[in-house]
């Protein structure tokens, strides 16, 4: 089932060139789809687009069969939670606890229903024994734990990450990937993640690439990070598991195609 639909969307900021133009993609209810593409390449106005922060200039977008427009916008954004690139930028209660409470506030959730379901979601993230502590005082990785506990307790249908990895050290980066992994195993939601992670696209169901505003390349990622001249021409860079399988196939060492390290590491213990 399609849960959201992209039809010839384009949108300029101004006069110049469109950040997107004539862009058409589907996204499966359930899945979980990474964008990835160099800065510029607008896939971060895709986001912005999809959760109606920014208007289209022409096309359609479509979520669970309704158009996103202004009658429909409260609507769809009920279903839609987005985590940006900068925690410090979300954070508006003094602990982690009010924090992850304001989005309950606003949707009127009953008192005596709050506290079980900030309770939860910290868990989720693992970040039930920093409930006092003052956010802007977390790691980076806490810090996006935190926004995503609060985007959670609001159940979307659908959760974007917006390059929310992208000012994290490697091990926050760690931290992020395994919260989004274990969302997907767990959940129902929709998952979609602005990456330039080359490992995150690994894991993912579907990955769309773009480049100056175009859908360049789009499918499973077994089928598109293979590609890695493609890639690189895109300003890409291949995954180290296909880096590495390449490189042994030069040097007449035959092994199976694989865009996990996981997988590769099977394939060598095979050959030994």
């Known amino acids: 089932m399609k849960h959201i639909e992209v039809k010839d969307v384009s949108f300029r900021y101004d006069e110049n060139s469109p950040a997107v133009e004539n862009v058409s993609f589907s996204i499966e209810k359930g899945s979980y789809t990474t964008i990835i593409g160099h800065n510029g390449s607008g896939k971060s106005t895709i986001a912005k687009l999809l959760i109606g922060l920014l208007e289209k200039e022409k096309g359609e977008i479509l979520i669970d069969g309704l158009p996103l427009n202004l009658e429909n916008l409260m609507t769809i954004r009920s279903k839609m939670g987005i985590v940006f690139q900068n925690p410090d930028n979300q954070f508006i209660g003094a602990t982690v606890r009010d924090d992850i409470a304001f989005g309950l506030e606003n949707h009127c959730v009953p008192t005596e229903k709050m506290d079980a379901i900030i309770e939860e979601y910290a868990q989720k993230v693992n970040m039930q024994n920093f409930m006092e502590h003052e956010p802007t005082k977390l790691s980076g990785g806490q810090k996006q734990r935190v926004a995503i506990a609060g985007v959670l307790a609001m159940a979307p249908e659908i959760l974007i990450f917006d390059e929310s990895t992208s000012m994290l050290d490697p091990q926050g980066r760690d931290e992020i990937n395994r919260v989004i992994r274990q969302l997907h195993a ?87």
């Open 186 to 272: 767990e959940t129902e939601m929709t998952l979609i993640s602005i990456s330039h992670d080359m490992e995150e696209v690994t894991k993912s169901d579907y990955v769309i690439v773009m480049d100056q505003g175009h859908v360049m390349m789009a499918g499973k990622p077994e089928e598109v990070l293979l590609e890695q001249d493609k890639l690189v021409q895109l300003k890409l860079d291949a995954p180290f598991s296909v880096k590495l399988q390449n490189e042994l196939q030069h040097l007449g060492i035959h092994v199976e195609k694989s865009t996990n390290l996981e997988g590769m590491v099977e394939e060598l213990c095979q050959l030994l």
